[in-house]
Every structure is written in C-alpha cells, then in structure tokens.
C-alpha cells in the first residue's frame, strides 16, 4: 500500500481500534495459484504475539483450506469510514479553481501467517468470542449457548478455524490532512451536512486529524 507520510499511521493503538470497529474484512493470498480474497469477520485478540493475532473461520469446503498446506501468507484488509469529496467544497475553488475531486478514507493492512485448526473446543470459543464482540452491547444479546448443544456441534464439523499472528500493521488515514486549513474546513462541513452516517463519520475523521 502506497503511503504518503502525511496519511500515514503508525500507532498499533490507533490501528487496533479500527480493526475492532470495522471487524469484517478481506483476506487476501495467493496460497492456491491465482490472488483469491475471502471476506470474513476477524476477531483481534491485542494481548497476543507482537502486534496482535486475529482469528476467524471458514467453510471446511474452502479451497484455502482444502488446497492448501502448513502456514500461509496472507494479507487482512480492514476498511474504516470512506467518502467522496466534492471541489466545491474547497475555499480555493472560489479563489483560484485550481481543485479536483478526490477520495478520503481509512484502512489497515494487518500481513501475517494464517494458520488452520479444526480443534472442537478452539472453534467453540472463537465463536463465542465473535458473538460476544457483536452481541455484547445489544439490549438482549444473543450467545452460542442459546442454541441446542447438539445443534451447535453439527454446524461446528462444517467450519474451519484459522488465527493470523499479525506480523506487520500499516495504515493510511486519508482525510484531507495536506489541504489548507480553509478547505479542511470545508470538507468537513460538505460532509457533514450529509446524510450518510458514513459520510459524517469521515467529516469527524477531518476535523480529529486537523489537530494532531
């Protein structure tokens, strides 16, 4: 990924911390010939390895699975908060005209090894973690145990487990930190002004990155 250093973000907190926001993301190899990508939710465990492990599961009929042997390359994609900002939302356009149309947006690249398991209990606590990370804050939650013990365990024989240790963290916070103060302000305003709450959540993003 192409990072010009004023979009550039090192802090693993930082980093961390959009991952856990925007917990569905790409997994990216080329571990059976070709690229292939698998869109799954990821559950980051900070306390683990250098910089984190993530882990998550597939259907035992993948062919990253079913194809595949020992411990895999992979590149994970988690994408924030993203929107299109008009030029006439800059000050400048109204000075000199000299503006163009670009995109602000935020993403961490995690690279690691991913590594399969299909051990009955890991699995089982994985999905319990997974559940909890999007059921926790739900007025009634839903848990894995709600569902029949037997129940569960058929669909457990159907999936397959994998962890990622994070061994590299990169990521680009694109949102208009190298325009002038004026124009900030103003794509800040244009978005916010928006309905999407994507759009909002980006015109935020511009006005948090104007003081660092």
């Known amino acids: 990924m192409f990072q010009p250093p004023v979009f550039r ?16 993301a790409t ?27 993530l ?9 990253l699975f079913r194809e595949t042997e020992g411990r895999i390359e992979v590149l994970t994609i988690f994408q924030g908060p993203q929107a299109y ?10 000075e ?7 995109w ?22 994985h999905l319990q973690d997974l559940t909890a990370q999007q059921e926790g804050q739900r007025p009634q939650p839903w848990a894995v145990t709600d569902a029949p013990e037997d129940f569960v365990m058929r669909q457990l024989r159907g999936l397959v487990g994998f962890e990622i240790e994070i061994e ?14 004026t124009d900030r302000q103003g794509v800040e305003a244009g978005l916010g002004a928006q309905e999407s709450a994507e759009e909002q959540a980006v015109a935020a993003l511009v006005r948090e990155r104007a003081r660092v």
Do not use: C, I
């Open 104 to 125: 602000n947006y935020v993403v961490v690249h995690a690279r690691g090894r991913l590594r399969f398991t299909r051990e009955t209990y890991w699995l089982l606590r």
């Open 55 to 63: 882990r998550g599961h597939l259907g035992a009929g993948n062919p």
């Open 27 to 53: 997994l990216v190899s080329a571990a059976t010939g070709p690229l292939t990508a698998e869109h799954v939710p990821l559950v980051l465990h900070e306390g683990e390895g250098a910089r984190g492990v």
């Open 85 to 94: 900002v008009m030029p006439s939302w800059y000050a400048s356009k109204r």
């Open 168 to 181: 590299e963290l990169a990521g680009t916070w694109k949102v208009s930190q190298n325009k002038e103060s």
């Open 96 to 102: 000199h005209g000299k503006v163009v149309p670009t």
């Open 9 to 24: 973000e090192d802090r693993p907190e930082v980093m961390q911390a959009l991952m856990r926001a925007h917990p569905f």
